[in-house]
């Protein structure tokens, strides 16, 4: 019994560096500007003030939406691109197979800096610029996928074989295996691709910026920059008031899918 209440006395101590930056934020947004930097962790006159100035002073309810809908909408194009191309690379025998992988795993070695000058050229020509279509298609369709990929991939590798032999006696097609057991019981990994491709869309930041200039094609990471006064000052406990909504419910969906998180990659080989 000591043991055990040693170590939730430890893990207590520990959580301390994680959870104090967010408690410091939320409090701070509830504070005046001026007393955001003092000793005071708490906000003895709390005032939701400066979260109504967070919509005032720009549309940041429209930005919300826009990260909402386009990190919904690469999380599911991400699902349906990684777990073909993962079931494809793990069970689909044909020539030059390896080395066409080995090809989709460099993906993870090239930064987003080195590629985002030519994709804004290309977007350029094809008129998409300030539009959402490249924070949509380059995620779904390039190097951000590649992870997603290997990780669906590991999954299908590790399904018995005898499954897909039993399913293919009873007439079932190859498409058809894939999406009535493959998939069924792929769930783990998807859940794992699911949680950190919305994390990663909803957090982007560089190619926001390269490809939006209107402030209602914002998204929030960009958006959180935007708040300062006439003179150029940063407006603190407005920017803290932001952030805390922009936070806040990504910490409650990973607290509540932690769980099918680390199933997810202990069953794709990935865990430690």
């Known amino acids: 019994m000591r043991a055990k209440t040693f170590g939730y006395g430890i893990l207590l101590v520990l959580c301390v560096p994680f959870v104090f930056p967010t408690w410091w934020m939320v409090t701070s947004s509830l504070k005046p500007n001026a007393d955001i930097f003092g000793r005071d962790l708490w906000a003895h006159h ?3 003030a400066a979260w109504h100035d967070v919509f005032t002073m720009q549309p940041f309810a429209r930005q919300y939406f826009n990260s909402a809908y386009i990190a919904v909408v690469v999380t599911l194009g991400t699902l349906v691109v990684a777990s073909m191309a993962g079931y494809a690379f793990a069970r689909i ?5 390896n080395a066409l ?3 989709v795993l460099t993906g993870l070695l090239i930064p987003s800096e080195v590629t985002i000058v030519p994709l804004f050229r290309i977007f350029n020509s094809l008129g998409l610029i300030d539009t959402h279509w ?3 298609l380059v995620p779904i369709f390039g190097a951000p996928s590649v992870l997603a990929t290997f990780i669906m991939r590991q999954f299908f ?9 039993a399913a293919r006696m009873d007439g079932l ?11 069924p019981l792929a769930r783990p990994a998807l859940g794992a ?3 950190f491709t919305f994390l990663t869309s909803w957090n982007l930041y560089l190619e926001p910026i390269v490809y939006l200039s209107s402030k209602s094609m914002f998204t929030l990471p960009q958006a959180l920059t935007q708040f300062t006064d006439p003179y150029q ?3 603190w406990n407005v920017q803290l008031s932001a952030a805390s909504m922009t936070a806040i419910p990504v910490l409650i969906v990973f607290v509540i899918a932690q769980r099918q998180f680390i199933e997810g990659l202990a069953h794709t080989g990935l865990k430690g």
């Not at 025998?93 to 197979?97: P, T």
Request: hydrophobic share 60%.
């Open 93 to 97: 025998r044909f020539r030059g197979q």
């Open 134 to 136: 490249p924070l949509i």
């Open 173 to 183: 097609s190859r498409a058809a295996i894939f999406r009535r057991i493959a998939l």
């Open 233 to 235: 000052g940063q407006l």
């Open 193 to 195: 691709v699911a949680i």
């Open 46 to 48: 709390a005032s939701f």
């Open 157 to 165: 590798i590790t399904l018995p074989v005898e499954l897909e032999e």
């Open 101 to 103: 992988f080995l090809v």
